[in-house]
């Protein structure tokens, strides 16, 4: 999340964990070109300064030519016009700044060694470069800030595009996203079944997208107000599930806690209890109590006393899980790890010693739900007890 005047004190940053991991993986990861969707300019789909959406594609080969695995970038939300145009300067808001190429890693890894059931498949990375979780459509532009509201139209444009790319013919799709891309396929998790083919095998991954209503610890609401500010700049209420917005302020339909019981397809929710980015940006929100800056950064550094806050966050992540029913369809890997997105870094997704749940590392638990092996539904132990987890060994 970013900052606006008057707005919100929430911040986006990565842990610096999260980031050595990840130059770690781009060593050895596939590289995929980027694809820039001029088409879908005339459509008006575009990026908040008005340049077009892109994406990467690694086609499918062998068994996995008629597979689909599309992916949605993270990177927070702009809430207002002056975090939007600080956004629109940068990769989040603009395809002119975005990398030629990226790499493909975890989830999207091409080696089975790395990623045992989606390797061989058609493997999608979607960029974000709207700000709403692809949710906004305003048709009004400001001339004197040039800012395009558009993210539902991007969703709809990179998807019509796959579609006529292939995936009209997939047996297999799946829909996943870390952080913001983890909501947006909450948020589209039923459209997107929608336009695939009658009869093809389709279901929807959250990666640290099950961002919870919950106050921060001098007991004010700043999650609540920024996503009602988020919706109310990109005008996201028309594409937001009629479900909720019937019965609850738009904003609140950012939170999947209020999304996901009437969600059809099958949904598979991958989370952090300690989640670090919302610990970090939601809980403790910008500007808090300064003892708290090494406890926020590093769990390991908490007091006694900030533990029990941070065991109280984990209390209101489970409630908001167990309001959500007991769906056969639904996966559940919710771990005591203090990460933040676990699908885009190998050494989390599947590696030697990487983070598991009753003897099951992520993707073999995520594998063996999509292709009905197997149900996952497992909730870890509070922190300290999962010996797993990955900050334990770097700290």
């Known amino acids: 999340m970013a900052n606006g005047n008057g707005g919100s004190k929430l911040r986006l940053w990565c842990s610096a964990f999260a980031c050595v991991l990840l130059g770690l993986v781009e060593v050895d990861g596939l590289f995929v070109d980027i694809t820039y ?5 005339a459509k008006g789909a575009v990026c908040l300064d008005g340049s077009p959406p892109a994406y990467h594609l690694a086609p499918g080969f062998g068994s996995g030519v008629n597979s689909w695995l599309v992916h949605f970038e993270g990177g927070g939300w702009c809430n207002n016009v002056t975090t ?3 956004r629109s300067l940068t ?33 999608v990375r979607v960029r974000y470069c709207d700000g ?9 532009v400001d001339p004197r800030t040039n800012l395009h509201y558009r993210g539902a139209r991007i969703w709809q444009a990179v998807l019509e ?7 009209n ?16 396929s909450i948020l589209h998790c039923d459209r997107f079944h929608q336009l695939l083919p009658v009869g093809a095998h ?68 991958l989370n952090a209890a300690y989640d670090s980015w919302q610990v970090r940006n939601i809980l403790i929100a910008g500007g808090s109590d300064p003892r708290w800056r090494n406890c926020k950064h590093d769990i390991s550094q908490c007091s006694a006393k900030q533990l029990e806050t941070l065991q109280g966050f984990r209390d209101h992540f489970l409630e908001a899980l167990e309001e959500q029913g007991n769906s056969p369809t639904r996966g559940l890997f919710i771990n005591s790890c203090f990460v ?37 539904q497992k909730v870890d132990c509070p922190y300290p007890c999962d010996s797993t987890c990955p900050i334990f060994k770097n700290s």
Request: aromatic share 10%; proline share 5%; hydrophobic share 40%.
């Open 37 to 41: 969707l001029e088409s879908a300019v």
């Open 84 to 86: 939007c145009l600080q």
């Open 91 to 123: 990769r989040l808001g603009s395809s002119k700044e975005m990398a030629k190429q990226v790499a493909f890693s975890g989830i999207l890894s091409d080696a089975p060694g790395y990623n045992p059931d989606f390797y061989n498949w058609n493997k």
């Open 132 to 140: 709403s979780s692809f949710t906004g459509d305003k048709e009004e």
């Open 161 to 167: 595009e796959l579609l006529a790319k292939g995936m």
């Open 169 to 184: 013919r997939a047996e297999n799709a799946l829909i996943s996203g870390c952080s913001a891309g983890g909501l947006t």
């Open 202 to 269: 389709v279901k929807c991954l959250s990666d640290a997208g099950f961002f919870i209503d919950v106050k921060d610890i001098a007991g004010e609401n700043h999650a609540a107000a920024f996503f009602n500010d988020v919706v109310t700049t990109h005008g996201s209420a028309r594409n937001l599930p009629s479900s909720c917005t019937s019965k609850l302020p738009a904003g609140m339909c950012f939170f999947p806690q209020n999304e996901v019981k009437q969600i059809q397809t099958p949904l598979f929710i």
């Open 340 to 376: 933040h997105c676990q699908t885009e870094i190998q050494e989390i997704w599947f590696a030697p010693g990487s983070p598991a749940l009753g003897d099951k590392k992520i993707a073999n638990a995520v594998g063996d739900w999509f292709y009905d092996r197997s149900p996952f």
